[in-house]
């Protein structure tokens, strides 16, 4: 079983930042592409970034230029710095593991004034 565990959201002024973090309990970090979603009520869960093993990165359109997904192999742990943030980017960001479909337990994000 892998863990994955979330910190680093709060609340935060619109225009403001945060950055997140996403530690796994278990190598298989180093072999798996790792992402970042978030989900508001009654809405589905989408992708925010996504970053594969060899660094690649991949972002949706709300959120470029503004976000970036970085990872630590040495620290099996993935980053999510979001800048310039929007009232519309409040919500539960869930830390994801491709391989194996591990999920962390989410960290609440609320960007307002």
């Known amino acids: 079983q892998v863990q994955l565990v979330e910190s680093g959201g709060g609340l935060v002024q619109p225009g403001g930042s945060l950055r997140l973090s996403c530690a796994a309990s278990?190598?298989?970090?180093?072999?798996?592409?790792m992402g970042w979603y978030r989900q508001t009520p009654g809405k589905q869960r989408e992708l925010v970034a996504t970053?594969?093993?060899?660094?690649?990165?991949n972002y949706a359109d709300s959120v470029k230029g503004r976000f970036t997904i970085s990872r630590d192999n040495t620290k099996n742990t993935v980053y999510l710095q979001m800048n310039s943030l929007k009232p519309e980017d409040t919500a539960v960001y869930y830390c994801?593991?491709?391989?194996?479909?591990?999920w962390g337990q989410g960290t609440q994000v609320t960007v307002s004034s």
């Open positions: 970053i594969t093993s060899g660094g690649k990165t």
């Open positions: 278990r190598s298989i970090f180093s072999i798996s592409t």
């Open positions: 994801n593991a491709a391989f194996g479909g591990f």
